[in-house]
């Protein structure tokens, strides 16, 4: 199991996301995904989570780290310019 | 009975922390005494040398005359140039004067001689006898205009000199002037006897004089403070105890409980609330010592260097992310041109030369034959198609190229980009190397003297437990022991203050560093220290996904 582009992710919180983009840095699955809540998209709720297998399951962090975000967010805005 | 008040008396003069004994005291009484005794002296002998010293300076004074001498003669002097040249002026005025009438006289006699010769020389054309006369009478008109001409030249000279003498006389006058104005100040100078007074030194030897009387005063306050010692006022009390004078005794004790409670913690009289402040004492040196441990005091005088060396690494990052995919997306088209489309061309091509072979041969067969006719139609028309489809391949191929290329040229674009990015990061580092760092003091000492002071409260309240009973609670044990009202045992075992609590509390300011060091070891978890990166069980961030779904669902 893996996050998917255009997916829609429950977490044991019952927080939503929809995956947006993904990109892979120094080996690690970075997700560009947006909060719903009331089965609507939220365009506030942008999150960055990483992906990582633990124990056979399936687990995402929410990436806080600001240098790391900038980067990531560059990845993500470079990835829709179309050559 | 005594033996339990003194006992008291003692855990009292222990809670003043004071270390000192009595004979140590005393050494110090002896030692200050002599010091007042010697700074009295010093200032007694100050005070006469003040006195006796006129701080008159001689030598200006000695100038001032020698000036005042050389002054008086040059303006003798002046005033006797000035005579002679007044008189000079006068005898040149009385030669003005007779040369003006003689010159004047000498003009009328002209004028009147020139007439006489014109009525002489009228004469001459009637009588031949006054010619020799005429002559005689011109030679003497001539003579006389010589004389005239001499005596105007010589007035010219005396007014000339006159103008000189005034001159001479105006700039004598000037200096003569200076020369007074300046004797009277010396004059006036060497009648006043503060002018040649030293008040450099004089302030000087009156700013020592106070010096020696503020150390005089601190002295005293410290001989104050020591006849006024925890300890002597215990002996003290001891003594009027033994005498049974248990009234002063009272009055002794209750001095030196005073002392006792001036002390930090020493008036609390509740353990728990003690034992809740030490509590949050430790929290609070705990974090001190955390958040030191964190901090490298380092000015932030590059900041902005350091905000743009991360900017400069996030874009190479980015930038490498994006040179990476492009390559991906390089072979991809490569692999498409190699594998497909370069060979569905082939194929096309080869299919073409075997329809025009084909079609060539029917046609060279030359026949009206309607079926062979026909083929030959069909496989034009099929030779036709192919060529198309080969011109669209042809058109694709044209395009994957481009695309290839622009992809390509992209590529380049960026790895020029990034290696500005890494030219310019790399000097940013080299300038950051060389450059010295420059560590907050100030702030630094702020927190050491914060640090310190907490680890003094926390040393202190752990001296005040130690004790168990509160000061209070001692005095009242004694006064009750002295008036045997109570037989109560203070019985709390009194741990000797003499060495320290706690070695690690007692920090001094120079072992600071390596104190904060061991502290952090102790009380930090490493695994906080690590990067934000790693992932950890207790993260808050950290979440299982428990169900993913097209989005579509959710539409629907």
């Known amino acids: 199991m893996t996050l998917k582009f255009n997916h829609i992710i429950t977490l044991e919180n019952n927080d939503k996301y929809v995956v947006l983009n993904n990109a892979i840095l120094g080996g690690k699955k970075y997700y560009l995904s947006m909060g719903i809540t009331n089965k609507k998209a939220n365009p506030q709720n942008i999150k960055i989570l990483e992906e990582f297998i633990r124990d056979e399951e399936l687990y995402v962090q929410i990436i806080e780290d600001q240098k790391l975000v900038n980067t990531l967010l560059k990845i993500f805005a470079s990835q829709n310019k179309s050559y | 009975?005594?033996?339990?008040?003194?006992?008291?008396?003692?855990?009292?003069?222990?809670?003043?922390?004071?270390?000192?004994?009595?004979?140590?005291?005393?050494?110090?009484?002896?030692?200050?005494?002599?010091?007042?005794?010697?700074?009295?002296?010093?200032?007694?002998?100050?005070?006469?040398?003040?006195?006796?010293?006129?701080?008159?300076?001689?030598?200006?004074?000695?100038?001032?005359?020698?000036?005042?001498?050389?002054?008086?003669?040059?303006?003798?002097?002046?005033?006797?140039?000035?005579?002679?040249?007044?008189?000079?002026?006068?005898?040149?005025?009385?030669?003005?004067?007779?040369?003006n009438k003689e010159i004047r006289a000498l003009e009328e006699n002209s004028e009147d001689n020139q007439e006489y010769l014109k009525l002489l020389g009228d004469r001459v054309s009637t009588s031949k006898d006054l010619t020799s006369l005429i002559k005689s009478e011109e030679d003497h008109a001539k003579h006389q205009a010589t004389i005239l001409k001499n005596k105007?030249?010589?007035?010219?000279?005396?007014?000339?000199?006159?103008?000189?003498?005034?001159?001479?006389?105006?700039?004598?006058?000037?200096?003569?002037?200076?020369?007074?104005?300046?004797?009277?100040?010396?004059?006036?100078?060497?009648?006043?006897?503060?002018?040649?007074?030293?008040?450099?030194?004089?302030?000087?030897?009156?700013?020592?004089?106070?010096?020696?009387?503020?150390?005089?005063?601190?002295?005293?306050?410290?001989?104050?403070?020591?006849?006024?010692?925890?300890?002597?006022?215990?002996?003290?009390?001891?003594?009027?105890?033994?005498?049974?004078?248990?009234?002063?005794?009272?009055?002794?004790?209750?001095?030196?409980?005073?002392?006792?409670?001036?002390?930090?913690?020493?008036?609390?009289?509740?353990?728990?609330?003690?034992e809740t402040t030490l509590e949050k004492k430790e929290n609070e040196r705990r974090e001190l010592v955390t958040l030191m441990a964190n901090k490298n005091y380092e000015l932030s005088l590059n900041t902005s260097f350091q905000i743009r060396l991360d900017y400069l690494q996030e874009e190479i990052t980015a930038l490498d992310y994006q040179i990476n995919d492009k390559e991906t997306t390089l072979k991809q088209i490569d692999d498409y041109l190699n594998n497909r489309l370069a060979s569905d061309i082939r194929t096309c091509e080869e299919d073409i030369e075997v329809l025009e072979d084909f079609v060539a041969n029917l046609k060279q067969l030359d026949t009206k034959d309607s079926e062979t006719l026909k083929t030959l139609e069909k496989k034009e028309q099929e030779l036709t198609t192919l060529k198309t489809i080969l011109a669209n391949y042809k058109d694709d191929l044209k395009d994957v190229l481009k695309k290839y290329q622009n992809i390509k040229e992209l590529i380049e674009q960026l790895t020029i980009k990034k290696d500005n990015y890494l030219t310019e990061m790399n000097n940013l580092k080299d300038y950051q190397n060389t450059d010295v760092k420059v560590i907050d003091i100030i702030k630094r000492k702020e927190d050491e003297d914060r640090l310190k002071a907490i680890n003094e409260d926390i040393q202190n309240i752990k001296a005040r437990l130690a004790y168990g009973d509160s000061p209070d609670d001692i005095f009242d044990l004694i006064v009750a022991e002295m008036g045997e009202t109570s037989k109560t045992n203070v019985g709390n075992k009194?741990?000797?203050?003499?060495?320290?609590?706690?070695?690690?509390?007692?920090?001094?300011?120079?072992?600071?560093?390596?104190?904060?060091?061991?502290?952090?070891?102790?009380?930090?978890?490493?695994?906080?220290?690590?990067?934000?990166?790693?992932?950890?069980?207790?993260?808050?961030?950290?979440?299982?996904?428990?169900?993913?779904?097209?989005?579509?669902?959710?539409?629907?």
């Open chain 2, 494 to 556: 009194i741990e000797s203050l003499d060495e320290p609590l706690d070695d690690s509390l007692s920090l001094e300011t120079d072992t600071l560093t390596d104190t904060l060091e061991d502290a952090l070891k102790e009380d930090i978890p490493q695994e906080n220290l690590s990067s934000v990166e790693s992932l950890d069980d207790n993260n808050s961030n950290v979440f299982k996904v428990i169900d993913i779904q097209p989005i579509e669902e959710l539409r629907g």
């Open chain 2, 152 to 274: 105007k030249k010589e007035y010219e000279q005396v007014l000339k000199e006159l103008e000189l003498n005034f001159q001479a006389k105006e700039e004598l006058e000037a200096k003569l002037e200076e020369y007074t104005k300046r004797l009277s100040d010396i004059k006036s100078n060497l009648k006043n006897p503060n002018t040649y007074i030293n008040k450099e030194q004089k302030e000087k030897d009156e700013q020592s004089l106070e010096e020696l009387n503020q150390s005089l005063e601190e002295l005293e306050k410290r001989k104050l403070i020591l006849l006024c010692d925890a300890s002597i006022i215990g002996m003290d009390a001891k003594e009027l105890v033994l005498k049974k004078n248990y009234k002063e005794a009272q009055a002794k004790i209750k001095e030196l409980l005073t002392i006792v409670k001036a002390k930090p913690f020493m008036d609390i009289k509740d353990n728990k609330t003690l």
């Open chain 2, 1 to 99: 009975m005594n033996t339990k008040i003194f006992n008291n008396i003692d855990t009292l003069i222990d809670m003043a922390t004071l270390s000192k004994s009595k004979e140590e005291i005393n050494a110090e009484l002896i030692e200050v005494n002599s010091l007042i005794e010697s700074k009295k002296k010093e200032i007694e002998a100050k005070k006469q040398d003040i006195a006796e010293e006129d701080y008159v300076n001689t030598s200006l004074e000695l100038v001032d005359k020698n000036i005042e001498v050389s002054l008086e003669q040059k303006v003798a002097k002046l005033n006797r140039q000035l005579k002679e040249l007044e008189n000079k002026n006068i005898e040149l005025k009385e030669n003005e004067d007779s040369l």
